[in-house]
């Protein structure tokens, strides 16, 4: 029986230490930014956020040491990247009780809220409750967590939707495993969806309409990415987001020299982003 409260991939948090310099960095690749976001304090981060329709990006940087962002900061003292992947979940509480009688040990509901710039003026404020997976459960390194949307009127603001670089969704996480047909097995009873293989990996969906997450090793990596492409990129964990473009022309042109076209992608190199190879491909 698959997990009522799970919908499918939410967002995924790409953690920077220069919290800023990064929006500026994804500003350059085409992507509407958000107003930057300030945490509770109990989590010590702030935000900036590339929205689409039913998913977004969020980019993370710590503001003050918390017990809570102390998986973060570990994370942050070996690389930048995408270090973790949320799902949506209609009701936290009741995601983290069916949790518990898997037999896992979830940690939460945590609510924590966060001020927004509205664009007609003023401030309003985005609520959420989300739970995590044990820290111990980590399928190719990848750390997972729910996020139950209390406002969504103000995280999907309209004017955050539209980028030069035509991204509507995310079609994709990819993620570097030196056994991927473990690590997708593994995903898959963390969130009672099937593995399966696909070409040089394994595949996971995250659920419903949603993004698929695809785990392949060092060779899959290769043969999917040229090298100008793996700059940067990390040697396992998350390596590669997907993005479907409704203009693809669009996106080379917002990209400029950063775009590198290959096998009917435009992607740009782990480097430029972060740590984390952004590809886009035609909607």
Not at 253 to 272: I, K, M, Q, W
Request: overall charge negative; aromatic content about 8%; glycine content about 10%.
């Amino acid at each position: 029986m698959s997990l009522k409260h799970i919908i499918g991939l939410d967002h995924v948090v790409v953690t920077v230490r220069d919290l800023d310099a990064a929006a500026e960095q994804w500003r350059r690749l085409g992507f509407t930014v958000s107003p930057r976001g300030t945490h509770s304090p109990i989590l010590g981060t702030g935000n900036y956020t590339i929205m689409f329709g039913e998913d977004y990006v969020e980019l993370l940087g710590i503001l003050t040491e918390t017990e809570q962002n102390k998986p973060t900061r570990d994370y942050l003292a070996k690389r930048e990247g995408l270090e973790r992947a949320a799902f949506t979940t209609d009701d936290a509480a009741a995601g983290a009780d069916e949790l518990k009688a898997r037999g896992f040990e979830a940690l939460g509901p945590i609510h924590f809220g966060r001020p927004v710039d509205l664009p007609s003026g003023g401030t309003g404020e985005a609520r959420f409750n989300v739970f995590r997976w044990p820290l111990s459960e980590q399928p190719g390194g990848l750390r997972i967590f729910a996020c139950q949307h209390l406002t969504r009127e103000t995280v999907w603001i309209p004017e955050l939707l539209e980028h030069a670089n035509g991204a509507k969704r995310i079609i994709r996480l990819e993620v570097l495993a030196a056994d991927p047909k473990a690590a997708a097995e593994h995903l898959a009873r963390l969130i009672d969806e099937p593995a399966r293989a696909e070409g040089d990996g394994w595949l996971v969906p995250s659920g419903g309409k949603r993004a698929d997450i695809l785990f392949y090793d060092a060779a899959g990596f290769a043969r999917r990415y040229p090298a100008a492409v793996r700059d940067g990129a990390a040697t396992e964990g998350a390596a590669s987001l997907v993005v479907a473009s409704d203009d693809i022309d669009g996106a080379k042109a917002a990209l400029g020299p950063l775009a590198t076209v290959h096998d009917g992608a435009v992607s740009v190199a782990a480097s430029a982003a972060n740590g984390l190879i952004v590809s886009f491909l035609p909607q």
